[in-house]
């Protein structure tokens, strides 16, 4: 068995009970830091990675994202998720297409999007969504890697706060082969209850980008899986950017006292 068939079945069997924590990385040094502290599997996060190429999220070319899965899966022991977006296309044949170069890049699942990119109609029409879903199911069957698929809905995104129109797609996607459902921007309790109900028994991913929950909280509701999306990667570029602004406005440095060893924690021989 390869290690990277053994992430992805170990990713599987996290997705079978119970509720485990699915940090967002942005390189391979912040995956290889929160491998370090635990966390049984890692996220990539769209956003992250596109300030670190210092371009807005969405932006990033295929190429640089499949090079991207293929470093982070490459860094970590632990099974790593692809946020896929939108499949780097909108036909449904071509998002199958890049459905399997992601793949082959080590991960052990990824996630497909609904959102369209047009202010005017923000999610793509609900057929077209379902049959990218499918297509993406058909996709990873076919490359015989097993990877677990999301589908996500980002009506709360988008601007288009419908729950029960959410809970339609994510409905319709579990039943077109997504293993895992996914609404990002959730952060009402009884949303949370909603989509659980809806779906279950598949699982469902919780993004929690603010404090209005805890794990203990989201694992009594039902949540099995939970991410950050971008936050930690903002988290990060907070603390940079108080410690730069610190320098060029007051011409002091506070901000350098208390920093952790880096070394120290990337260094498996310490």
């Known amino acids: 068995m390869t290690d990277k068939h053994a992430r992805i079945l170990e990713f599987h069997r996290l997705h079978s009970s119970g509720c485990f924590v699915m940090p967002n990385p942005w390189d391979v040094g912040s995956a290889r830091a929160l491998a370090h502290l635990g966390f049984p599997a890692l996220a990539t996060t769209s956003a992250g990675f596109a300030w670190t190429l210092g371009q807005t999220d969405g932006r990033a070319t295929l190429d640089a994202v499949l090079e991207h899965l293929r470093a982070v899966a490459d860094a970590v022991d632990v099974p790593v998720n692809a946020d896929f977006e939108g499949g780097y296309a909108v036909d449904p044949s071509e998002v199958a297409e890049n459905v399997t170069l992601a793949a082959h890049t080590g991960i052990a699942g990824l996630s497909i999007e609904d ?16 049959e ?38 994510l409905r319709a996607y579990s039943d077109a082969g997504a293993d895992c459902l996914y609404a990002p921007r959730i952060d009402k309790v009884e949303h949370v209850v909603a989509i659980v109900s809806a779906v279950s028994p598949k699982p469902v991913n919780l993004l929690i980008n603010a404090p ?22 903002r988290a990060a570029w ?17 901000a350098f006292d208390t920093l952790p060893n880096v070394d ?4 498996d021989s310490l």
Request: charged share 25%; aromatic share 6%; hydrophobic share 45%.
């Open 212 to 233: 209005f929950t805890t794990v203990a909280e989201a694992a009594s509701l039902g949540v099995r899986r939970i991410s950050v999306g971008g936050t930690l990667a």
């Open 132 to 169: 990218r879903i499918a297509a993406a199911r058909q996709a990873i069957d076919d490359s015989g890697t097993g990877v677990l698929l999301t589908g996500r809905s980002e009506g709360f995104v988008v601007g288009r706060p419908d729950i029960d129109e959410t809970i339609r797609r």
């Open 238 to 254: 907070g603390g940079f950017l108080t410690a730069a602004r610190e320098i060029a406005e007051a011409g002091t440095f506070a």
């Open 264 to 267: 120290a924690l990337l260094d």
């Open 115 to 130: 959102s369209s990119g047009d202010p005017a109609e923000p999610l793509l029409d609900f057929g077209l969504a379902v």
